[in-house]
């Protein structure tokens, strides 16, 4: 392989632990800590979870280490999309499992969690693992969207494990895949199988968070690696005073992503999805605002900007939900292929007024051509809209140039506008991860393994008080059914873990919105720059905002 010399002298790097899991294997025990219930639908849940609802909290603690010897074979799978740090969950799931007993054993499935149905897996040793020690991405034994949820996939994970001896199995994953780690975790301790399941919280969207899971993995480095390039933009901008930048960011729907990105780099405007929502906002609502700002800082002589778009906005402004829901009625069954057999773009459009109402209509209509074609192009195997492939970047910044022509004709805007437009997604999902991602990450996987050295199962690894240097964080673990309720999915009553969205009430955007009318009109750009690994604490182990933000004492 060849190895650049960052990821030579990343091998070298040795992750912080929780100062508690410092002291040695043989020096970790167990403190119980209250029994726990679920947010929401407790008897539901209860009902769902005979075997493994309602168990304690637990945090390790230094004294002596009481759990049983006992050969463990540990099977890890790495589920859904890329994020950073997730190598080095597996390397501090080894390095315990290891450090306890050599002999025991810990196997790679690949490919997400098709590769326990399908038997596909690797053995780990030290040269595999020191490979990939603080190195980004999932290619360590890659990854995928396999859901494991049905009895007959448990059925086979059960045969699976029966075969290699698994005690137990590690899910690193976000909030669908921790749901089904803990609907398997039930299964398998239903079926008196002695295999043990164990969660750690993965996505860099941010969304797999309460008051027990501070901050879900990733985040930090793919917020860090978005803000560099952002800051780098806004520099650019305001060096060439020409172009607004409209950048869209992921995350899927919720906006957290955005909202680090802009209280890292002080745009002069972000939308949050969350609270387009709440105030029911129309597309020309969020047009106007944008121009609202391009327009004051245009006739000040600043024809240049940034604007940050979180990736699910559209599914937050009402009556675009509505629009895509019509057409999604308009195309079912047998009218995708009436529609496609139309001749042109013209008879299409023809179709498209008589089958939405109004109300829909006068939504489409002020639609760009490209992105009303986008909604007819792009459909996913039910033949629905695909919503996340709109470019809502540039959907936004053509109603805005819309916006901006009638100010000009009403003698009120005097500016120039120019827009280009980005998408950062792929680019912060597989970034060395920080050594807050590092640390964080390797910490989630040591404490895993210490989790099924002490027999639980059905416990996401908990590793909290991040805001603080790693000696002072607090290892343990907390019963996955605890942040479980019961919502409804593809008609269905399903017991879930509850998504995190962007809190209107909570400090991170509490700060944004004291400072965002400033930063509309002022050039007020701030540059993080890239992420540092080496050099002075302050610079290299800084947390997200929102991180510091959400725990201020
Ligand atoms: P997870 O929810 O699996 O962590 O994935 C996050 C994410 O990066 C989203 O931000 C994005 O919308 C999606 O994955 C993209 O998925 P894909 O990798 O399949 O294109």
């Excluded at 005690?167 to 690193?172: H, L, Q, Y």
């Excluded at 308009?330 to 109402?357: C, H, Q, R, S, V």
Aim: negative net charge.
């Amino acid at each position: 392989m060849n190895l650049s010399p960052l990821q030579k002298a990343r091998y070298e790097y040795v992750p912080k632990l929780p100062g508690m899991l410092r002291a040695g294997i043989s020096e970790i025990c167990v403190k119980d800590g209250e029994a726990t219930a679920s947010v929401a639908d407790q008897d539901k849940i209860k009902a769902l979870f005979p075997n493994t609802y309602g168990k304690n909290e637990i945090t390790f603690m230094k004294g002596q280490n009481t759990s049983a010897a006992k050969k463990q074979v540990v099977g890890v799978i790495l589920s859904g999309g890329q994020a950073p740090g997730g190598h080095n969950v597996i390397c501090g799931l080894y390095d315990a499992l290891k450090a306890t007993d050599k002999s025991n054993v810990l196997l790679g499935f690949k490919g997400g969690p098709s590769g326990l149905i399908d038997d596909d897996f690797v053995e780990f040793d030290d040269a595999f693992i020191d490979a990939y020690r603080n190195t980004g991405g999932f290619d360590i034994i890659g990854s995928g969207r396999t859901k494991l949820e049905t009895e007959d996939q448990f059925k086979i994970v059960t045969e699976v494990a029966k075969k290699h001896g698994l005690t137990a199995i590690v899910i690193i994953g976000g909030d669908d895949s921790n749901t089904n780690a803990a609907v398997l975790a039930e299964y398998m301790a239903a079926n008196n199988t002695g295999v043990q399941v164990i969660g750690c919280p993965k996505t860099i969207d941010g969304d797999l968070k309460n008051e027990d899971i501070e901050a879900s993995f990733g985040f930090d480095t793919a917020t860090k690696t978005y803000s560099e390039l952002i800051g780098n933009i806004e520099r650019d901008a305001n060096s060439a005073k020409k172009y607004w930048h409209f950048i869209k960011v992921m995350g899927r729907s919720a906006s957290h992503v955005a909202l680090e990105c802009a209280l890292e780099t002080q745009p002069n405007i972000c939308l949050i999805g969350e609270e387009v929502a709440a105030k029911k906002m129309s597309l020309s609502q969020i047009a106007s605002q944008i121009a609202d700002s391009v327009e004051k800082r245009g006739n000040a002589g600043n024809n240049f900007g940034v604007a940050i778009i979180p990736e699910g906005i559209v599914e937050f402004v009402p009556e675009f939900s509505k629009l895509i829901a019509e057409i999604n009625e308009l195309l079912a069954g047998a009218n995708t292929e009436k529609f496609n057999a139309l001749p042109d773009w013209d008879a299409k459009y023809k179709f498209i007024e008589e089958g939405l109402t109004k109300e829909s209509m006068s939504v489409f209509a002020i639609l760009p051509q490209l992105i009303q074609q986008q909604l007819f192009l792009e459909r996913d195997p039910h033949g629905n809209v695909q919503v996340s492939l709109i470019e809502s970047e540039k959907l936004l910044s053509a109603l805005v140039k819309d916006e901006l022509e009638k100010r000009k004709k009403a003698g009120t805007y005097k500016g120039k506008f120019g827009a280009l437009h980005h998408f950062f997604g792929y680019e912060g999902r597989c970034a060395f991860p920080s050594n807050f991602d590092a640390d964080y990450c390797y910490s989630l996987g040591y404490n895993a393994f210490m989790l099924i050295q002490y027999g639980y199962t059905g416990y996401l690894s908990k590793v909290s008080n991040l805001s603080k240097p790693a000696e002072d964080w607090v290892a343990g673990g907390m019963p996955i059914t605890k942040m479980m309720n019961i919502e409804r999915r593809n008609g269905e009553d399903k017991p879930v873990i509850r998504k995190a969205l962007v809190e209107l009430d909570g400090e991170p955007f509490k700060y944004f919105a004291a400072n965002r009318d400033k930063w509309a009109v002022e050039t007020a750009f701030t540059y993080p720059g890239a992420i540092q690994y080496y050099g002075p604490s302050e610079v290299c182990d800084l947390t997200t905002r929102t991180l510091a933000l959400e725990h201020m004492a």
